[in-house]
Nanobody, 121 residues
């Protein structure tokens, strides 16, 4: 069974840093795009950053210059380095991956359980 497990969330003061990690466990054939989404109370889930298997990235405007996404294909991991954190970054952060379990050309979306990030002012 495929699972995404996040770690690294917590409480930090404004201006501080956190690094989120996510590992894909289980037997799989391939991972396409990976990324991080977040959802603050009362708001819709939004894309924070995403990265392709080749390393191309996209970032939300709100995090450009502060957050950096990276991945280790061999370890089936994706990371989110978050610097200069602001109170408005407070949210539950979800790891996302497009996974092909067996070689059939079909990728399905898989989500982690979420990790809380709280930034105090």
């Amino acid at each position: 069974q495929v699972q995404l497990v996040e770690s690294g969330g917590g409480l930090v003061q404004a201006g501080g840093s956190l690094r989120l990690s996510c590992v894909v466990s289980g037997s799989i054939f391939s991972i396409n795009r990976m990324g991080w989404y977040r959802q603050a109370p009362g708001k819709q889930r939004e894309l924070v950053a995403a990265i392709t298997s080749g390393g191309s990235t996209i970032d939300a405007d709100s995090v450009k210059g502060r957050f950096t996404i990276s991945r280790d294909n061999a370890k089936k991991m994706v990371y989110l380095q978050m610097n200069s954190l602001k109170p408005e970054d407070t949210a539950v952060y979800y790891c996302y991956a497009e996974i092909m379990v067996v070689y059939d050309g079909h990728y399905f979306a898989s989500w982690g359980q979420g990790t809380q990030v709280t930034v105090s002012s």
